[in-house]
Nanobody, 120 residues
């Protein structure tokens, strides 16, 4: 199972970016999908998660600004980021709980991360 994230880059404060993450490989089904972030010198924090049923939860620091969604047909999770702030600067990692077979409960997989820099 591989996760590949796209969409990072440099954006000015107040701007928007959309991240995408495609899950590929031996997939029976995908349970939850999520985005985490890690700023230099800090721990990795959950940003947002979406379940297989579409329920979402967000970290307080992004509520009202970020939206997580998924396309099950494409095995893809998205993160729409609006009203970006300099403190949103971090490497963003996608995460997925993937079942590789019907008898498998699921396993935790990570992408390599994509850098988001918010600066004027």
């Amino acid at each position: 199972v591989q996760l590949q994230a796209y969409g990072g880059g440099l954006v000015q404060p107040g701007g928007s970016l959309r991240l995408s993450c495609v899950v590929s490989g031996s997939i029976f089904s995908i349970n939850s999908m999520a985005w985490y972030r890690q700023a230099p010198g800090k721990q990795r924090d959950l940003v947002a998660r979406v379940t297989s049923g579409g329920s979402t939860n967000y970290a307080d620091f992004v509520k009202g600004r970020f939206t997580v969604s998924r396309d099950n047909a494409k095995n893809t999770v998205y993160l729409q980021m609006n009203s970006l702030k300099p403190e949103d600067t971090a490497v963003y990692y996608c995460n997925a709980d993937v079942r590789v077979a019907w008898y498998n409960d699921g396993g935790d997989y990570w992408g390599k991360g994509t850098l988001v820099t918010v600066s004027s």
